[in-house]
């Protein structure tokens, strides 16, 4: 059984930062995407940034680059999504999934492709 359980989430001003971490157990991780995604009410679930286990490739949607880097522990199967230089439109619930197995290069970007989530923490960033 996945559990994934996400921290880090709190609110901030505009400009500042914040680390999320997402704690996985259940299984190890080679071959699996992990994901971060983010949802505000009445939108859809937004990709925010994604890396696989196997290749370490990494993808970001492109409202987020430069800002934020994902990253992961071995050691802890924690991943981690550092958010800097935060806006008010980051704010939101971020998410963390887990796709696979899928050994492809290419970073997995549709929520709909997540079989395991987890309950999430909000982000809001004050203006």
């Known amino acids: 059984q996945v559990q994934l359980v996400e921290s880090g989430g709190g609110l901030v001003q505009a400009g500042g930062s914040l680390r999320l971490s997402c704690a996985a157990s259940?299984?190890?991780?080679?071959?699996?995407?992990m994901g971060w995604f983010r949802q505000t009410p009445g939108k859809e679930r937004e990709f925010v940034a994604g890396?696989?286990?196997?290749?370490?490739?990494?993808d970001y949607v492109d409202s987020v680059k430069d800002r934020f880097t994902i990253s992961r522990d071995n050691a802890k199967n924690t991943v981690y999504l550092q958010m800097n230089s935060l806006k008010p439109e980051d704010t939101a619930r971020y998410y963390c999934?887990?796709?696979?197995?899928?050994?492809?290069?290419?970073?997995?970007?549709?929520?709909?492709?997540?079989?395991?989530w987890g309950q999430g923490t909000q982000v809001t960033v004050s203006s």
């Open positions: 259940g299984r190890t991780f080679s071959g699996y995407h």
């Open positions: 890396m696989t286990w196997s290749y370490y490739s990494t």
């Open positions: 999934a887990v796709y696979g197995p899928s050994y492809t290069v290419r970073v997995e970007t549709d929520p709909l492709k997540f079989d395991y």
